[in-house]
C-alpha cells in the first residue's frame, strides 16, 4: 500500500448504527486530518492531529468522535448521525502539522438514511 | 476564520485555449496559497503552491499572487481534455494548523 489509505470506501448507515470510519498513510507523516466534502461547499477541517495528539477540534459535534493510536492510523468513530452529516469524508495527512502540502486518502462516501 | 471564495463556474474553455481562474481571500495575514485538482470521484491532489508575490510557473501551470489585492489565481495553458476537473483554492495563515479550501472551479476542457 501506498500514500493515504481509507476504508471503507462507501458506507450506508442508519441513524442509529455505529460506525467507525478508518484511514492509515504510509509516508512516514506526523500530522493527519478529517474533512467533511458537501456538494458545492468548501472542505471543511475537522480535526487535525500531531504526533498523534488532538490539536484542533473545529466545532464538531459530538456524534464524530476521532481517535488517532499512533502517527500512521487515524479513525473516525460515528454514532446517532443525522441524514445531513451525509458527505464525503476524506483523511488526509503531511509531513508536520501546518503544512500546506497535504496527501489525501480517496475518501470514504458516507450516506446516513 | 479565513473566507476563500472562487467562481464555481463551470469554467468552459476549447483545447489548447488558456484557463484562467481566481480565488480571493479575506484575511490579509496569510502567508501561503495553494492550488490543488480534483478529478470527479476523486481526492484533491496539490498542483502548485505560492508563497511570495508575483508569478510561479511549473509546466503549464502558472499561479500568481497579489496579497496587496488579496487574490491568487491559476492560469493553465494549452488546456487538454485531461485538465477537466475541479480546482480547489486554499489558504494558510502565518500561525495556525488551517487549510481553508474555497468551494472549487470546475473546468471542462472541450475536445
Known amino acids: 500500500e501506498t500514500g493515504v489509505t481509507q476504508t471503507p470506501r462507501h458506507l450506508v448507515m442508519g441513524m442509529t448504527n455505529k460506525k467507525s470510519l478508518k484511514c492509515e498513510q504510509h509516508?512516514?507523516?506526523?500530522?493527519m486530518y478529517w474533512y467533511k466534502q458537501s456538494a458545492k461547499k468548501p472542505l471543511e477541517l475537522m480535526f487535525v492531529?500531531?504526533?498523534?495528539?488532538?490539536?484542533e477540534n473545529n466545532s464538531v459535534p459530538s456524534r464524530f468522535s476521532p481517535e488517532c493510536p499512533n502517527s500512521s492510523h487515524l479513525f473516525l468513530h460515528l454514532h446517532t448521525l443525522q441524514p445531513e452529516d451525509s458527505a464525503l469524508y476524506l483523511c488526509?495527512?503531511?509531513?508536520?502539522?501546518?503544512?500546506?502540502?497535504?496527501?489525501f486518502g480517496p475518501g470514504t462516501r458516507l450516506t446516513v438514511l | 476564520q479565513k473566507e476563500v471564495e472562487q467562481n464555481s463556474g463551470p469554467l468552459s474553455v476549447p483545447e489548447g485555449a488558456i484557463a484562467s481562474l481566481n480565488c480571493t481571500y479575506s484575511?490579509?495575514?496569510?502567508?501561503?496559497f495553494f492550488w490543488y485538482r480534483q478529478y470527479s470521484g476523486k481526492s484533491p491532489e496539490l498542483i502548485m503552491s505560492i508563497y511570495s508575490n508575483g508569478d510561479k510557473e511549473d509546466g503549464r501551470f502558472t499561479a500568481q499572487l497579489n496579497k496587496a489585492s488579496q487574490y491568487v489565481s491559476l492560469l493553465i495553458r494549452d488546456s487538454q481534455p485531461s485538465d477537466s476537473a475541479t480546482y480547489l483554492c486554499a489558504v494558510k495563515g502565518g500561525n495556525d494548523y488551517k487549510l481553508s479550501f474555497g468551494a472549487g472551479t470546475t473546468v471542462t476542457v472541450r475536445a
Open positions: 492531529y500531531n504526533f498523534k495528539e488532538q490539536t
Open positions: 488526509a495527512s503531511s509531513q508536520e502539522s501546518g503544512s500546506g502540502t497535504q496527501y
Open positions: 484575511d490579509r495575514v496569510s502567508q501561503s
Open positions: 509516508l512516514g507523516h506526523n500530522a
